[in-house]
Nanobody, 118 residues
Framework: VQLVESGGGLEQPGGSLRLSCVAS??????????MSWYRQAPGKERELVAA????????TYADSVKGRFTISRDNAKNTVYLQMNSLKPEDTAVYYC??????????WGQGTQVTVSS
C-alpha cells in the first residue's frame, strides 16, 4: 500500500496550494476508504485538518481551516485533494495523507512540506 503526497512547497501568506495524494495497492476499492489530511508543525502534535468519508463524501474540517481549505476526492483516480486558500504562516507544517478502511486499517503517506512565509 502506498499513499504518495505532492503539491507542497513555499507559498506567501494569502496564497494557495493544492495537495494531492494518490493511493495504490489497496486491498479493497479506493471508494471504500475514508480519506483525511493531517498536519504536524515542528514541536506540535499531528492534527486532523480535513476528512472526507467513503460513504456520501461528507467532509469535516478543523476550525482553523474552515472556509479556507477544501477536501475532495476522485475515486476514479484513487486521489484525494486538499485545496488550501488564504494561507497563513501558521499553516506551515508537514501534511500527511491518511486512509482508513472499513475494517479500520490505517495507512499513512510520507508527508509533504508546506511552508507559508513572506
Amino acid at each position: 500500500v502506498q499513499l504518495v503526497e505532492s503539491g507542497g512547497g513555499l507559498e506567501q501568506p494569502g496564497g494557495s496550494l493544492r495537495l494531492s495524494c494518490v493511493a495504490s495497492g489497496f486491498a479493497f476499492r479506493y471508494s471504500t476508504y475514508d480519506m483525511s489530511w493531517y498536519r504536524q508543525a515542528p514541536g506540535k502534535e499531528r492534527e486532523l485538518v480535513a476528512a472526507i468519508s467513503r460513504v456520501g463524501g461528507s467532509t469535516t474540517y478543523a476550525d482553523s481551516v474552515k472556509g479556507r481549505f477544501t477536501i475532495s476526492r476522485d475515486n476514479a483516480k484513487n486521489t484525494v485533494y486538499l485545496q488550501m486558500n488564504s494561507l497563513k504562516p501558521e499553516d506551515t507544517a508537514v501534511y500527511y495523507c491518511n486512509a482508513v478502511s472499513f475494517i479500520a486499517r490505517t495507512y499513512w503517506g510520507q508527508g509533504t512540506q508546506v511552508t507559508v512565509s513572506s
